[in-house]
């Protein structure tokens, strides 16, 4: 099984930047994509980036030009970097892996808040 924990969270003015992370542990070589969603309260969980074990990324149209996806397969860690940081982007940012196959399973952390103050 997988473990993945989310760090990086904070509360940041519009216009700042954070660094998200996410670490795994486990069987972290059977996994393929890992994500990033994003939730507010009262909400449905948003994807916000997706990341493949080959470097193939994809955005959500929200955050295009202002996040950035990346991953490091060795240290099994999966990062997200966010710029121009805007009110919306209030969530609790959650981290998400999924194994190879039609048969893999996802795996999700227990999320990071991000506060963006105006």
């Known amino acids: 099984q997988v473990q993945l924990v989310e760090s990086g969270g904070g509360l940041v003015q519009a216009g700042g930047s954070l660094r998200l992370s996410c670490a795994a542990s486990?069987?972290?070589?059977?996994?393929?994509?890992m994500a990033w969603y994003r939730q507010v309260a009262g909400k449905g969980r948003e994807q916000v980036a997706t990341?493949?074990?080959?470097?193939?990324?994809n955005y959500a149209d929200s955050v295009k030009g202002r996040f950035t996806i990346s991953r490091d397969n060795a240290k099994g860690t999966v990062y997200l970097q966010m710029n121009d940081l805007k009110p919306e982007d209030t969530a609790v940012y959650y981290c998400?892996?999924?194994?190879?196959?039609?048969?893999?399973?996802?795996?999700w952390g227990k999320g990071t808040l991000v506060t963006v103050s105006s």
């Open positions: 998400k892996g999924s194994e190879f196959g039609t048969k893999g399973m996802d795996y």
């Open positions: 486990g069987s972290i070589f059977s996994i393929n994509v």
């Open positions: 990341v493949t074990t080959g470097g193939r990324t």
